[in-house]
C-alpha cells in the first residue's frame, strides 16, 4: 500500500469550465418555470435555491481541489523537498490559498444574496439579484484562472512521479553523469531505465526493486551531478540531493575510473569530497566503476593516491562493472548487507533500542542434580504399543476390537480376503452360523436377513389373485341391473337420434358451410325428418327459418372476399328480394342484415339514406367526445412569457 496516492487526484477544471459545469448545473437541477403571478414567497425560493445550489456548488468543487492536494507541512521531508524543488514551495501554498480565499468569498456572496433576496418585492427584482449573485460568482472563479491551471500541471506532474517509499530501505546509486548509474540500477533491477553515452540521460529519479535475504529492498536511480554550490544547481540535480539527503539509504557513490565519461578522476573526487556531509550519517560504498575498460592497476600512481584517500572516507569500497555479473552481485550482497546493519544498528541505539531491550528477558536455568529424567509417555500409550488388551475386557469386546481392526486392514489392502475370512474363524458368537454371515452386523444376535419373511411372495400372489376375482363378479352385478325393457330401449334410442337432429340444426346455425343440413339426412328425406320431429313436439318451422338466414350470411360473406366473380349471383338474388335499391347500394348493404322495421317507416330511399348518415354523424362525434375524458391528463402548451416577451434584442421586442 502506497504511502501517498498523488495518482488519485481528481484532475482540475480550467476557470471556464468549473464555470459552465457549475452554471449548467444550476439550470439543470433547479426549476426553470416561475410567473409573476405567483405569490412573492414562492417566487424568493425559487431564485433563492438557484443562488444557493451555485453557490455550493462552486464550494464543492473548490474545497475537492483544495483536500486531494497534499499539504507541504504534512508530507514527509523527501516529498516536501521533491516538490519544492519541481514546483516551488511558494507558488504551490499560494495557489492553494488563493482557491481557498475563492471559496471563502463565493459562500459569503451566496450568503449576502441569499439575505438581498428575502426583500425582493417583484419578480423581476428577484431576478436581477439572482443575476448579480451568480455574475459575481463567476467572477471570482475567473480570478482563479492561473492558480487552476498552475495545479492542473503540478497534478500531472505529480502522478508522473515514481512511488518513492520515504520509509523504507533503498539503495541511492549517485555520482558524476554518464558514470554508469542506469546501467548498473538495469543489471541489479528490471527497471529499464534508458542509458546513453552521454551526460543527463537521467532526468528525474527512477525507482526499481530488487530482492536479498528474503526482503525487497528499494534501488533509487538519480540524474547526474556537477561539482559546483548548491545554489548554482538545477532542477535535475536538485532532485539527486532531495533524496540523498531525505531517505534513509546506503549510498552507492559511483565513479568512472576510466574516464569514459569525461570527467577525470580528480574532479569525481572532489565531488565525493563536497558531497560527503550531506549524507554523513548513512553508510556509503564508493564504486569503482568501469574496471572492463580500466583495472586498477593500469591507473595512474597519483590517481590512485586520490582513490585511497576517498576510500578511507567511504564505509566500504567495491570495484564493479555492470558487464561482469560476478562483480556487481557482489556489491549488492555488501550494500545491501551494510544497510542492513546500520538499520539494525540505529534501533537498538538510543531511547527507542533500550526499551526493545527492556522488554526482552532470556533465562538460563542451572542443573539442580544429576538425576536423568526421561521423557515418560502414557500408560495407555504403552499398552497400545505393546498390543496388550486390558484384562476387564470381555472376549466378544476383544473380537470385536479385533475384527475392525481387520476389517479397516482388509479395506486399505494390506491384507488380502481369504485372511481376512481366517480372522473370523477365531470370533466368539452366540451361533457359529453367524460366522460367514454376508452382513455381520449383528444386533440381539440377529442381522437385518431374520427380519425378511421367506413367504412374502407367495402371500401377495394370492392377494392379488383374490382382488381380481372380486372385481369381476361385481362387473357382472352391475351389468344385469342395467338392463332395459324393450319399450324402454326404443324410447332411448329415439331421444338419442333426437339429439343428433338438434346438434346438426345448431351447427348449421353457426353457418358453419361443412356442417349443412342436406335434404337427405341418414337415408331420410327432409320432409319425413320434419314429419317426425314435429311428432315429437320439436318446432321445425323456427329452426328452417335459421338455418336459412345462416346460409344466407355465410354466402355474402364469401361473396365480398370474391366480389367479382360472383356478382351475377348476387344480382339474381337481390332481383329475387325485390328490394329496388341501386347494384352498388346493395352490394355495400350485402354484408349487414336490414334493420327490423326499416322499409315499413322509411319507405323511400333518400329517407333511409339521410338517416344513415345522420346516424354515422353521431357516432362520429360520440368517437371523438370519447377520445378525451375528463381523467385524462391535458397538456396544454404553455408559453413563459418571462421568457419570451422580454428585451431581447434593439428591434421590435424592446417594449419591456
Ligand atoms: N564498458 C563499460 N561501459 C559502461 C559500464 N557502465 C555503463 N557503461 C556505459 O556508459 C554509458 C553511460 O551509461 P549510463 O548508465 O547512461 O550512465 P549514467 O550515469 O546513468 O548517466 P546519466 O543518466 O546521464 O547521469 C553508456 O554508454 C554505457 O554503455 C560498464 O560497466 N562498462
Ligand atoms: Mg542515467
Not at 633 to 652: M, S, V, Y
Amino acid at each position: 500500500m502506497p504511502l501517498y496516492t498523488f495518482k488519485k487526484i481528481t484532475p482540475v477544471p480550467t476557470s471556464n469550465e468549473l464555470q459552465d459545469i457549475v452554471l449548467s448545473g444550476t439550470n439543470k437541477h433547479t426549476p426553470t418555470v416561475v410567473h409573476k403571478q405567483y405569490a412573492i414567497h414562492r417566487i424568493r425560493a425559487f431564485y433563492m435555491r438557484k443562488v444557493k445550489y451555485c453557490s455550493q456548488s462552486y464550494h464543492d468543487k473548490l474545497a475537492l481541489i483544495l483536500e486531494e492536494f497534499p499539504l507541504l507541512d504534512d508530507l514527509h521531508p523527501f516529498y516536501g523537498d521533491l516538490l519544492n524543488v519541481l514546483y516551488d514551495r511558494d507558488h504551490y501554498k499560494l495557489a492553494l490559498a488563493q482557491l481557498s480565499i475563492a471559496k471563502k468569498l463565493v459562500d459569503s456572496i451566496g450568503t449576502e444574496y441569499c439575505k438581498y433576496l428575502k426583500y425582493a418585492d417583484s419578480l423581476y427584482r428577484c431576478k436581477q439579484l439572482k443575476r448579480a449573485a451568480l455574475g459575481r460568482m463567476t467572477s471570482v472563479i475567473k480570478q482563479q484562472s492561473a492558480s487552476l491551471a498552475y495545479l492542473e500541471q503540478v497534478r500531472q506532474h505529480l502522478g508522473r512521479l515514481p512511488s518513492i517509499d520515504p520509509v523504507s530501505k533503498s539503495l541511492i546509486l549517485a555520482g558524476f553523469p554518464n558514470v554508469g548509474k542506469s546501467s548498473l540500477m538495469n543489471v541489479i533491477t528490471n527497471a529499464n531505465v534508458d542509458t546513453q553515452p552521454y551526460p543527463f540521460t537521467t532526468k528525474s529519479l527512477f525507482i526499481g526493486h530488487t530482492d536479498f535475504n528474503y526482503t525487497q529492498w528499494q534501488v533509487i536511480d538519480t540524474p547526474g551531478i556537477l561539482d559546483h554550490p548548491l545554489e548554482e544547481r538545477n532542477v535535475i540535480e536538485m532532485q539527486s540531493i532531495t533524496a540523498l539527503a531525505h531517505l534513509p539509504s546506503c549510498v552507492l557513490y559511483l565513479m568512472d575510473v576510466s574516464g569514459s565519461c569525461g570527467y577525470t578522476i580528480q574532479q569525481q573526487a572532489q565531488l565525493f569530497k563536497t558531497m560527503r556531509p550531506l549524507f554523513s550519517q548513512k553508510p556509503v560504498v564508493l564504486v569503482l566503476n568501469k574496471i572492463d575498460i580500466c583495472p586498477m592497476n593500469q591507473l595512474e600512481e597519483e590517481e590512485r593516491k586520490i582513490i585511497e584517500e576517498i576510500k578511507g572516507m567511504s564505509t566500504l569500497c567495491c570495484e564493479c562493472s555492470c558487464y561482469k555479473p560476478e562483480l556487481y552481485g557482489e556489491l549488492k550482497t555488501k550494500a545491501c548487507g551494510l544497510l542492513k546493519e546500520t538499520v539494525t544498528q540505529d534501533r537498538f541505539s538510543g531511547k527507542k533500542g533500550e526499551l526493545l531491550l527492556n522488554k526482552l528477558r532470556v533465562t538460563m536455568p542451572k542443573k539442580r542434580d544429576d538425576i536423568a529424567r526421561p521423557a515418560v509417555a502414557a500408560p495407555v500409550i504403552k499398552e497400545m504399543e505393546t498390543d496388550e488388551i486390558e484384562p476387564e475386557m470381555t472376549q466378544c469386546q476383544k473380537e470385536l476390537i479385533k475384527y475392525q481392526h481387520d476389517f479397516e486392514a482388509y479395506e486399505r489392502g494390506e491384507i488380502p480376503w481369504s485372511e481376512y475370512m481366517k480372522e473370523r474363524e477365531k470370533y466368539i458368537l452366540d451361533n457359529d452360523e453367524w460366522r460367514y454371515d454376508v452382513i455381520p452386523e449383528i444386533v440381539d444376535g440377529m442381522n437385518i436377513a431374520d427380519y425378511v419373511d421367506p413367504d412374502i411372495e407367495k402371500k401377495l400372489e394370492e392377494l392379488e389373485k383374490e382382488e381380481q376375482e372380486q372385481l369381476l363378479t361385481a362387473t357382472m352385478e352391475f351389468d344385469d341391473s342395467m338392463k332395459l325393457s324393450e319399450e324402454d330401449q326404443k324410447l332411448y334410442e329415439e331421444i338419442v337420434e333426437a339429439q343428433g337432429v338438434l346438434k346438426a340444426v345448431s351447427k348449421a346455425k353457426k353457418g358453419n358451410e361443412n356442417n349443412r343440413i342436406e335434404n337427405m339426412t341418414r337415408g331420410r328425406s327432409r320432409n319425413e325428418l320434419q314429419e317426425h320431429l314435429e311428432d315429437l313436439g320439436i318446432d321445425t318451422e323456427t329452426a328452417h327459418q335459421t338455418s336459412k338466414l345462416a346460409k344466407s350470411k355465410s354466402r355474402s360473406r364469401t361473396k365480398s372476399v370474391k366480389r367479382g366473380r360472383d356478382i351475377p349471383f348476387m344480382e339474381e338474388e337481390e332481383t329475387n328480394d325485390k328490394r329496388g335499391r341501386s347494384n352498388s347500394r346493395k352490394r355495400s348493404r350485402s354484408n349487414s342484415l336490414i334493420r327490423k322495421g326499416e322499409e315499413h317507416s322509411m319507405p323511400r330511399q333518400e329517407m333511409r339514406d339521410k338517416a344513415e348518415r345522420l346516424r354515422r354523424k353521431a357516432i362520429d362525434a360520440l368517437h371523438r367526445q370519447s377520445r378525451t375524458g375528463e381523467s385524462d391528463r391535458k397538456h396544454d402548451i404553455e408559453r413563459p412569457k418571462w421568457l419570451l416577451a422580454g428585451k431581447r434584442t434593439a428591434g421590435t421586442h424592446d417594449w419591456r
